[in-house]
């Protein structure tokens, strides 16, 4: 079974562009996760979705930073004006909507705002 | 509030040797508890669980058992391989919802 699928893996602008980070869930999976992870600050968690709802945002750091899911099978996490400080690895997880199932992870988009 | 707390590492042990990484957390209710494994350049991967008080998860010679008493989900191996080498985190998630909270991870570092 294909697993989490994000794209791209690796993006490097240069600051003020906008960055659109993209995420494929596991089939069948109605909850999606959005992290960021960084030396300094370990791993965030940013938003999350239930049947395409977002539950809470309140890891967004700023207004900069926006989310959707428009459907079962694909979200995606866009900041518009980048920044240095938004380079991180940004990872994203889909599971099933109950407690004792694990999340699954995608390998994580490695962005670079120089 | 909920909350893991992981040792602080970096870890670094000889080939064969034992390994333990402690966990505890901080729950207002039941929460199931997970190990996660990360290699560089990869993202998170399920390493084991346990959804319930003394439950043992296993895994690829890791085990950790769920203590209620002592709140603490302490990961083990027997005899640690170079393979081993990568950051592991432990999280859990309340049976109230799917949230899960991770602690800051423990970087392992096996030499020959």
């Known amino acids: 079974d294909a697993g989490v699928i994000q794209s791209p893996r690796h993006e490097v602008t240069e600051m003020g562009q906008e960055v659109t980070l993209r995420c494929k869930p596991i089939s069948g999976h109605n909850s999606l996760f959005w992290y960021r992870q960084t030396m300094m600050r370990g791993l965030e968690l940013l938003i999350y979705?239930?049947?395409?709802?977002?539950?809470?945002d309140s890891g967004m750091p700023e207004d900069r930073f926006s989310a959707k899911m428009p459907n079962a099978s694909f979200s995606t996490l866009k900041i518009q004006p980048s920044e240095p400080r938004d380079s991180a690895v940004y990872f994203c997880?889909?599971?099933?909507?109950?407690?004792?199932?694990?999340?699954?992870f995608g390998d994580g988009t490695r962005l670079s705002i120089l | 509030g909920n909350s893991v707390t992981q040792m602080e590492g970096p870890v670094t042990l000889s080939e064969e040797a034992f390994l333990t990484i402690n966990c505890t957390y901080t729950?207002?209710?039941?929460?199931?508890l997970f190990w996660y494994v990360q290699y560089p350049g990869e993202g998170l991967q399920l390493l084991l669980k346990a959804t319930k008080a003394d439950d043992k998860g296993s895994n690829k010679g890791f085990e950790a058992t769920y203590r209620k008493e002592t709140t603490s989900f302490h990961l083990e191996k027997g005899s640690v391989q170079v393979s081993d080498s990568a950051v592991y985190f432990c999280?859990?998630?309340?049976?109230?919802?799917?949230?899960?909270?991770f602690g800051t991870g423990t970087s392992l570092t096996v030499i020959p």
């Open positions: 729950a207002t209710g039941y929460p199931s």
């Open positions: 999280a859990l998630v309340m049976n109230t919802g799917n949230q899960f909270y």
């Open positions: 997880a889909s599971s099933f909507i109950r407690a004792d199932q694990p999340q699954h």
């Open positions: 979705f239930n049947n395409n709802v977002p539950i809470d």
